[in-house]
């Protein structure tokens, strides 16, 4: 089993940065992509994010390119989504998610899952509120 647990959200205005932490549990961590979800108020939950289990791959939805960066400390069990430029429709309550690593393929656990259904772990979720 895998426990996830987010932390690092709030209310700040347009234009700010906020860094969001996930500290996993589990000794598969390291050898895991992890990715960041956001759900928005009345809408579907969607990829923001994601790395593969080394950090050398990432994955970044259009919509956050150039203002968001995720990274991981595996010594740490950690993945982390640094948040810049933040604007009002970034709102939404942020998940951090993993994969059951015995049901990938050795492609996959190599490669940066973008799928909702990839993933098999999810946080609690974080509140990030953007202000005009």
Partial sequence: QVQLV???GGLVRAGASLRLSCAASGRTFGRSPMGWFR???G???ESVAAISWSGGNTYYADSVKGRFTISRDNAKNTVYLQMNSLKPEDTAV???AAPDIGALTPV???GVPTDIYDYDY???GTQVTVSS
């Fill in 43 to 45: 809408k579907e939950r």
């Fill in 108 to 110: 996959q656990a190599m």
């Fill in 94 to 96: 942020y998940y951090c």
């Fill in 39 to 41: 759900q928005p108020p």
């Fill in 6 to 8: 987010e932390s690092g």
């Fill in 122 to 124: 999810w946080g609690q």
